[in-house]
């Protein structure tokens, strides 16, 4: 009994201590919800891309300068694009000093928009290795500098229709610009266009070595109408040969852009730019990575050049015949410079059948037949 009364005081000494020992128990703690993660950070926006633009004249409200500032409007409109220009740069060591600043300044891409930039560009390009330079006219590349122009020919070639279809005395003024192979192209297709209508008619040229001297340009109009001509086109950038024409009572053709409204009794047509859709090609060669050195040479198919509205005066069967032709452009199946073609001394440029090639096209330095003038 005495060891059944120990036995049971011992059991009962065990049965409260465990309890003390479960009294002793912290409670249990409540899980803390773990720690939101932080949002990413936004990534950085894409440094916007900086073109410049160099000008051979001032901008104005039209002819050359003018219609490639309207390229870049076009692309200074688009997202994460910026851009500058420098107008009536001249062509030589200044314009090569523009450059510099310009790609100092930190531009990725810059356009020099005349043909006497080809060497300074070229000189500026080797200094900066990393930024894109493309020559507008010129023939000369590099690594990072390219080339680009238009296929103005053909739009030439239709304002010939348009000119040799209006002409009365069969003399037609052609005032130009510089003795070199994009100008006498044109000079040529503007013939050919005239002759294709008015096989009897010649056109006469007269150099001002100018691309913008409006004084100049129009006394040089004013010469050709003092020899008889009634219908003046031209190669500058200036509308004085337009406002020639106007002042003696006969038509004209412009260039670069719409004249018409410097001489709206005179002004036929004219061939015009739209180089924003090269320039907006290059944005986004440069931006996607796929740029290179290339030589652009785009015509009507893309929409580069075209004609500007007919005056009033030009009559419904003249238009027909010029949109005719100008869908055949488009399709390829006019190619301008197709033979027979002869230059000025007879000698066959172009048996019939024959298109004449790039090549051919711009080292042009003669004058196909129906030409007066010289190519010095």
């Known amino acids: 009994m005495r060891m059944f009364s120990k036995l ?6 065990a049965l409260a201590a465990f309890g003390c020992a479960e009294d002793k128990k912290e409670p249990e703690k409540k899980a803390e919800p773990a720690p939101k993660a ?10 916007a891309l900086k073109v410049g633009f160099i000008y051979v004249s001032p ?31 001249p062509e030589g060591p200044d314009s090569e000093r523009v450059v510099t600043k310009m790609a100092r300044e930190g531009a990725n891409l810059i356009l020099t928009t005349s043909f006497g930039y080809m060497d300074p560009t ?25 080339t680009y122009f238009g296929r103005m020919y053909q739009a030439r070639y239709l304002s010939g229709l348009v000119a040799g279809s209006m002409t009365k005395a069969n003399k037609l003024g052609y005032v130009a610009a510089f003795p070199i192979p994009e100008v006498i192209r044109g000079i040529n297709a503007f013939t050919l266009g005239v002759q294709k209508v008015n096989p009897d ?15 100049t340009e129009k006394e040089a109009a004013k010469a050709l109408l003092d020899a008889g001509c009634d219908v003046i086109a031209q190669h500058q950038d200036s509308p004085g040969p337009q406002e020639a024409a ?3 009572g006969v038509y004209s053709v412009g260039y670069n852009s719409d ?10 047509t004219a061939p015009v730019w739209n180089w924003s859709v090269i320039y907006t090609y290059l944005v986004e060669q440069v931006r996607s990575g796929a740029w290179k050195s290339e030589d652009i040479w785009w015509g009507m198919d893309k929409g580069v050049v075209d004609l500007a509205p007919f005056g009033p005066m030009v009559p419904e069967e003249v238009k027909a015949k010029v949109a005719a032709a100008k869908a055949d452009i488009i399709a390829g199946k006019e190619l301008v410079f197709t033979g027979p073609i002869f230059d000025q001394k007879g000698e066959q440029k172009a048996a019939a059948g024959q298109t004449l090639s790039d090549p051919d096209l711009l080292g042009m330095k003669w004058f196909v037949k129906g030409v007066v003038g010289s190519t010095e």
Request: charged share 20%.
């Open 8 to 13: 049971l005081f011992l059991a009962l000494l």
């Open 38 to 47: 932080e949002a990413p950070a936004a990534a950085p926006a894409p440094a």
């Open 59 to 89: 901008i104005g409200d039209a002819g050359w300068s003018y219609a490639h500032d309207l390229g870049r409007k076009a692309i200074a409109a688009l997202p994460g694009v910026e851009t500058t220009y420098v107008e009536a740069v």
């Open 122 to 146: 070229l000189n500026v390009a080797k200094e900066f290795p990393d930024v894109k330079f493309m020559h507008c006219s010129g023939f000369k590349r590099a690594d990072n500098v390219g």
């Open 201 to 215: 008619a010649e056109v006469r040229v007269v150099w001002t070595k100018t691309w913008y001297d409006p004084a």
């Open 246 to 248: 106007q002042e003696r």
């Open 259 to 268: 004249m018409s409204s410097f001489a709206p009794k005179a002004h036929l």
